[in-house]
């Protein structure tokens, strides 16, 4: 599978906050880290910095999607982590959905 990131948006400061969002920090145009949110610019200074309870992670970009449905988001991002399984990502255990569930989810939001 292959993300296409020109679908996405890249982050910057000028793009406000959006809510409930998946993101992907990237070094070297890999993904390092696929994470959810509702609170952007706050959680990738988090990433930026050493903190009690967030590890420092190396990535040069940052790509988001901000138009996930609540109740899906938790699924596509555990079936990200393990397609891609990320440097900084522990793996997540998949929830029991069907094959055709699980394609439904990918082309809805990443169409080929």
Known sequence: MKIYF???????????????????????????YIGITCKLEIRISMHRANSSHVVRKKFDEVYYCDFIHEEEIE?????LINIFN??????KKWKQIT????????????PQ
């Not at 679908?7 to 809510?19: A, D, F, I, T, W």
């Not at 699924?75 to 079936?79: G, H, K, N, V």
């Open 99 to 110: 094959m055709k569930e699980k394609s439904n989810l990918i082309n809805k939001y990443f």
């Open 86 to 91: 990320p440097e900084y990502n522990k793996l």
């Open 6 to 32: 020109s679908k996405l948006k890249k982050y910057s400061l000028k793009n406000g906050n959006p809510k409930n969002i998946l993101y992907f920090l990237l070094r070297n145009r890999e993904i390092v």
């Open 75 to 79: 699924l596509l991002e555990m079936y």
